[in-house]
């Protein structure tokens, strides 16, 4: 029974990862109550659950505040952007809704296609923005780009964001297990397919690798001649001792024919 509350049991590497999930929630929860900060409240969320799936060790509140801190000016302004994107979308869905245009449909079918485009973008926005230093121009492009080229993935990840307001909607008494987990279990079963994704992307890690290799080849080179080095130096040494012991001997001798 013992083993079950071990610090390193499955028990408790699960209790502990919820707890963590859970403090990630409520801080992304009060983060959000300003809306404007809300975008770099996600930043943070997907910094830490990105971390957590990768198994990188990080105290949770403070790597929340750290990446809060160094993305908010750059998550403000996409979330600022996103945010009226989104009103006017909104907007053209209810005037085209009552609309008696005999081109209401075509608009329909256009901006329908746009707010696909927006969802997929907004998918991904957050979670590059904090793995990847870039412009705001360019992170957009990129989270766009990326929801693309992984569409099957990224219709798997609009499902599993949607899941807390479908369980909101079928009951409300689900509303104390939203409140703990709704923003940070989507997120981090999220963030499982993200490392993947972003695993592409990502040669820095690779360039690493081999750095290192290169760094630790050379290393052992070095050494290796550093001990070839040594070596001809001891060889020298015996020489040369060997030449002076040898040296008396032949003098003695002259002496001796003397």
Known sequence: MGRFFNLDSPLMTFLSKMADLMILNLLTLICCIPIITAGDAMTALYYMTVKMVKNEECYIVKGYFKSFKENFKQATIIWLIALLVGIILVGDFLI???????????????????AVIYIFTMIYIFPVLSRFENTVKNTIRNSFLMSILNLPKTILLVIINLVPAVVLLVTLQAM????????????????MLFVKIFKRFEPEEEEEQSDELETLS??????EQKQRALEEEAQEEEGAQAVQEAAPEEKSEEENQE
Do not use: C, D, H
């Open 96 to 114: 085209l809704r009552n609309s008696t245009l005999s081109f209401g449909k075509v608009i329909m079918v256009l901006i329908t296609v746009v």
């Open 176 to 191: 104390p297990i939203v409140i703990l987990f709704g923003f940070s279990v989507p997120a981090y079963v999220a963030s």
């Open 218 to 223: 050379f290393i052992r080179e070095e050494q």
